[in-house]
């Protein structure tokens, strides 16, 4: 299980589903959203942009990628095309005539 607010989290709860354990934390207690495809976690992390983790290993996560496009002001939440070539961005604070989806 992870959580995104306020930070990024992921619990363990195979041990004990009732309690669940903190497995590891991001190290910030910022995050906007978040969303994990198989083993990766996106973190649309505001304006500190979009951070990719590998989390196989849910007790050893590491931080893959941070996507930071100045183009987009506020990263608010996104998604994965099934083929994981491609993430589109949602940002919140976009004005016309900018789109609020970047991919």
Known sequence: MYA???GLRIFDVKSDPINPQLAWNGNSNQGH???VVDDE????????????????NRLD???????DDP???????GWIDSSKK?????DEL??????????
């Not at 976690?41 to 196989?56: A, E, N």
């Not at 996560?61 to 996507?67: A, H, N």
């Not at 491609?86 to 949602?90: A, K, N, T, V």
């Open 61 to 67: 996560s590491s931080l893959k990628l941070i996507i």
């Open 94 to 103: 976009v004005r016309h005539p900018s789109v609020d989806i970047s991919a």
């Open 33 to 35: 959203d978040g969303t």
């Open 86 to 90: 491609f993430i589109s961005i949602c």
């Open 41 to 56: 976690l996106y973190d649309f992390h505001g304006r500190q942009g979009t951070s990719t983790y590998d989390i196989s």
């Open 71 to 77: 183009s987009i002001s506020y990263h608010n939440s």
């Open 4 to 6: 995104e607010a306020p």
